[in-house]
């Protein structure tokens, strides 16, 4: 069950263990049960969510929030579903380590997870990314992004930058179904790059000499102990390039974009305001944190409203989305 509250503002281990249920992502429900807080609510400060109430949210112990009747003329009619918040802060790299462990980091794989768990579970019925993340390394982040793109088919999923996103955090960002920036907020450095350091002329200033001995012919070819040869530059140039390409055609197809939009805009590789980044088409809105939670909360309401809950086995286009992330024949049906 869907009940825990985390603060926000601090970086939670998604894959840490005992991770094997949604508890500890929830900064935000929209209730679909009775309304009533958890027992343990209080525990943690968290968004100043009592100014959001009004005619899409009804707070719940000055923490947690239910939408209003789905269906009209029904009062108290609370079974649209739960919006959970999935932070994104800090350094972005693959696996758990202690620099997720101490707040550092954010991990692809528990990103990955709790996206997973949060489209898996009926109770759910829209995810957002609050992300505040200078970027880090790309292994992860394509097959996080792929299954966003699948994902967000099945749920809603928007990303938030608040008020950071750049580099591999951008390529989250533009995955979601909407990307929205904080006032002031910056994004995009849509590109990648290789760092070689060299001590061989300093050391010999000093008098130190190393042989590297090999075996294999490019083995520690970009090591710090020798001038890097023309051969390693070039082989480092090209894993950019591919990174760069993987990156391009992430954000091109999660934008809705041509990929020679991005190459030649986007910032070419540099950090855009939010209020540029709309003009440039890398964002879609500029907007408070608490503001996203109450236009999601409206589409949720909206879409409920206008249709009815889903009936997935009378739509094509959700069959197969929901069998592109592996959920075919799981209940969707809140």
């Known amino acids: ?55 899409d949210l009804t707070v719940v ?17 609370a079974q649209i579903g739960a919006l959970v918040v999935i ?36 109770q759910v019925a829209a995810i957002v990314l609050r992300i505040y993340s200078p970027g880090g390394t790309v292994h992860g982040i394509k097959v996080l992004s792929d299954y966003l793109l699948k994902a967000r088919k099945v749920k809603p ?25 904080t006032p002031m907020g910056e994004v995009g450095s849509v590109g990648c790059y290789l760092v070689h350091t060299s001590y061989a002329d300093a050391e010999q200033k000093v008098g130190i000499k190393r042989t590297v001995i090999r075996a294999g012919k490019n083995k520690a070819d970009a090591n710090e102990w020798e001038a890097l040869s023309e051969e390693a530059r070039a082989r480092l140039q090209a894993r950019a390039d591919a990174a760069y390409a993987e990156f391009v055609a992430s ?3 999660g934008r809705a974009v041509g990929q020679d939009k991005v190459r030649n805009g986007f910032g070419e590789g540099a950090i855009v305001g ?48 929901r069998a592109d992330v592996g959920l075919l024949g799981a209940d969707f049906s809140s």
Not at 8 to 33: F, I
Not at 61 to 72: D, L, N, R, S
Not at 162 to 175: E, F, H, P, R, V
């Open 1 to 55: 069950m869907l009940h825990d509250l985390l603060d926000p503002l601090w970086m939670v281990d998604l894959d840490g263990p005992g991770r094997a249920q949604l508890d500890m992502l929830v900064a935000a429900t929209l209730s679909m049960a009775s309304g009533q807080p958890p027992a343990n609510a209080g525990a943690h400060p968290a968004l100043p969510l009592a100014a959001l109430a009004g005619e």
């Open 274 to 321: 939010a209020a540029d980044a709309v003009a440039e088409g890398m964002i879609d809105d500029v907007a408070p944190f608490s503001d996203t939670l109450v236009s999601l909360a409206r589409q949720v309401r909206t879409a409920s409203r206008a249709t009815g809950p889903r009936a997935a086995s009378a739509d094509l286009d959700l069959l197969r989305a």
């Open 61 to 77: 112990a000055g923490q947690h929030t239910a939408v209003k009747g789905a269906a009209q003329g029904v009062a108290g009619q």
């Open 251 to 253: 954000v091109a197809k």
């Open 87 to 122: 932070p994104v802060f800090g350094l972005m790299q693959q696996h758990r380590s202690w620099a997720t462990e101490y707040g550092y980091a954010t991990s692809t794989d528990g990103v990955l997870n709790a996206v997973q768990a949060a489209i898996a579970d009926p």
């Open 157 to 181: 999923i928007w990303g938030h930058a608040d008020s950071y996103a750049a580099s591999c955090a951008y390529w989250l960002l533009a995955s979601c179904e909407r990307a929205i920036a």
